[in-house]
């Protein structure tokens, strides 16, 4: 490709908006394009590096047994009503009615679709297992899109999905995905680690997450270096100190101006430990009479010293969503802010208890009036409710397994994968007859990479001060020529021997200073960049430097130029692949 020709230009500054360095390198390099919030274009140059992702994508997927389809991007609201997530997804989901007045919806991901379609295909044990996968467009109406491709509204995903007739087929499948994910990372060269994760909208008990480590991201990672424990926060768990003895009697005592622990223990001269505090949510849940949501009033009791974890909490009461309650919310369900506890909470009230306070005796807790306290509150004696663990791991909290404290990381989530279980073939009679004639429920896992995603990922971890440098693997280009000779033959002859080779080259044959080349060489960051100038061609040279290095200086002979680009480039798609093998580079869950 000549740059002359080329669909896009380069930016000598910073967009306003660009909220990340990488972000802010792939619109400057002519990468992407910004249509609106959370939408964008691929121009030439990041749809060559889209299209590699996705062709290392292919590659794995197709090795591991997988047949690529592809479904709608519009489904019918249908499929979607039978599974309770048309009515349990919030606005993120777009509905609208085609023509005739059908509900209809722009799907989020595909197990609705892609359990409809197998319907028709799947009846019995002798077609399973099962791999099927697309690379297709998606779309989620973000209300908070950010970082250019990092969290967006419209865009790109691979999604596999699996169909099995036992636990033992599905635990196969997810392993093979398991592996086949590091193994697409690694030839991407994205670091990447994998955590237990949350299910959330997807259902199933078993989920891994695919994390890019990076101060932008905004999941929380919870680790332990000693033993290897790995989890988001959302799912993170950590050893508790419980605090058993023996129940003493309740006693109401005055706490004015006491509507913070903090100002509490001040007051009353005691650990935080010691207090059990009421945190207020009101969850959406599906009505089983009508299937229509409906809001109740949660109250979540967690020992003073630790906070709610939200998505446990909803995991727990089994809630489509939650938000914070008003204070007339809370009023109404016979609590007071500020010195509110489950005592004497009006029937209807969801309540939910953190081990640590259920397994645990004596706390101070709001009296559920103003200016007043209880000594004492116990558990099972002075009021019930579900107990779970909904407490948030934080840094420094002793790990689950090995006991030692763990630390925290921010990441952003670059793949994803779920065991479903029977959680979709259930919902929409998807079943297969068995060796003895029974129909059973298919057994169904969901995997997903967003393609566009690990590029911005990638363009955050490869960068520095100039632009981009994005491995060879995933670069738009192998190689980028730059001519500074007066006689445009000699340019084009080095691009047309080049190219005939199979070398992917970028020629900058543009009428520019040779700073100005230079400069955009280095925001686009091709991996090889070749110079052509006066000097070097009087002596059968020409310059070759690599992006990762620009302080190296090679000089190779013009008449064997060819051969030793190939061989450079080989070397340079080695150097990435041998990555994959390097155990500290990346880390398995345990």
């Known amino acids: 490709m000549r740059m002359s020709k080329l669909f896009s230009k380069t930016l000598r500054e910073a967009p306003s908006g660009a909220d990340s360095k990488g972000y802010e390198y792939l619109l400057r390099a002519g990468f992407i394009n910004q249509m609106g919030a959370g939408l964008f274009s691929l121009l030439p140059l990041g749809f060559r590096s889209n299209t ?142 994998a955590v237990g994760a949350d299910s959330g909208m997807m259902g199933g008990k078993i989920s891994h997450e695919y994390m890019y480590l990076s101060p932008i991201g905004e999941d929380t990672i919870i680790h ?36 913070t622990i903090e100002e509490l223990c001040a007051f009353l001269k005691i650990d935080a430990k010691k207090t059990a505090k009421a945190v207020f949510m009101v969850g959406a849940f599906i009505n089983d009479k009508n299937g229509q949501e409906e809001d109740k009033l949660i109250v979540a009791i967690i020992r003073g010293d630790m906070d709610v974890e939200e998505s446990k909490l909803q995991n727990a009461v089994k809630a489509n969503s939650l938000r914070p309650a008003r ?36 706390f101070v807790a709001g009296a559920n009036e103003e200016g007043y306290h209880f000594l004492n509150t116990n558990y099972g004696r002075d009021y019930d409710g579900m107990v779970a663990d909904i407490a948030s791991a934080q840094e420094g909290y002793l790990c689950p397994k090995c006991h030692k404290p763990m630390h925290s990381d921010k990441g952003i989530e670059a793949g994803n994968i779920f065991q479903l279980g029977t959680r979709y073939s259930e919902a929409m009679n998807l079943a297969f007859q068995d060796e003895s004639g029974l129909r059973k429920p298919v057994i169904m896992g969901s995997y997903g990479i967003g393609v566009g995603r690990l590029l911005a990922c990638l363009a955050e971890e490869y960068h520095d ?99 030793e680009v190939k061989d450079l480039v080989a070397k340079m798609t080695k150097r990435v692949y041998d990555k994959i093998q390097d155990k500290t580079w990346i880390k398995n869950v345990n």
């Not at 996705?54 to 519009?74: K, Y």
């Not at 790995?230 to 004015?256: D, G, H």
């Not at 029937?347 to 953190?354: A, H, M, P, R, S």
């Not at 070398?503 to 200073?513: G, H, M, P, Q």
């Open 224 to 259: 332990c270096d000693e033993c290897g424990y790995t989890a988001n926060r959302q799912v993170a768990k950590f050893q508790k100190e419980y605090l058993p003895e023996e129940p003493k009697p309740l006693e109401k005592v005055k706490t004015p101006e006491c509507k």
């Open 465 to 563: 001060d100039k632009g981009l440098k994005l491995p060879i693997t995933v670069a738009p280009y192998q190689v980028e020529l730059v001519s500074l000779v007066k006689d445009p033959e000699v340019g084009e002859k080095l691009y047309d021997e080049l190219t005939k080779s199979g070398i992917e080259v970028l020629y900058d044959d543009r009428k520019e200073t040779a700073g100005v080349k230079f400069a955009d060489a280095d925001l686009i960051g091709i991996p090889v960049r070749i110079t052509i100038g006066n000097r070097s061609l009087k002596e059968g040279k020409a310059e070759v430097k690599t992006r990762d290095n620009l302080d190296e200086t090679m000089m190779f002979d013009l008449d064997n130029l060819t051969g």
């Open 327 to 362: 204070e007339e919310e809370i009023l109404a369900g016979g609590m007071v802010p500020g010195f509110g506890s489950p005592i004497g909470a009006k029937e209807g009230v969801v309540k939910v208890i953190d081990d640590s306070v259920a397994k645990s005796n004596n």
């Open 52 to 193: 590699k992702i996705e062709t290392i994508i292919r590659e794995e997927m197709d090795a591991i047994g997988a047949q690529e389809m592809q479904m709608p991007v519009v489904n019918t609201a249908d499929i979607w009503k039978k599974t309770g997530r048309f009515y349990s997804i919030d606005k993120e989901m777009t509905r609208f009615q085609d023509r005739v007045g059908r509900d209809m919806v722009l799907a989020m991901t595909h197990e609705e679709a892609v359990t409809d379609a197998a319907l028709d295909e799947l009846d019995s044990y002798k077609k399973l297992p099962v791999l099927v996968y697309q690379i297709q467009t998606k779309w989620r109406d973000d209300p908070r899109p950010r970082a250019g491709l990092i969290r967006v509204r419209e865009f790109t995903m691979l999604d596999s999905y699996s169909f099995d007739k036992d636990q033992e087929g599905l635990d196969k499948v997810y392993g093979d995905h398991y592996k086949a994910y590091f193994r697409i990372y690694g030839r991407c060269g994205l670091p990447v680690i």
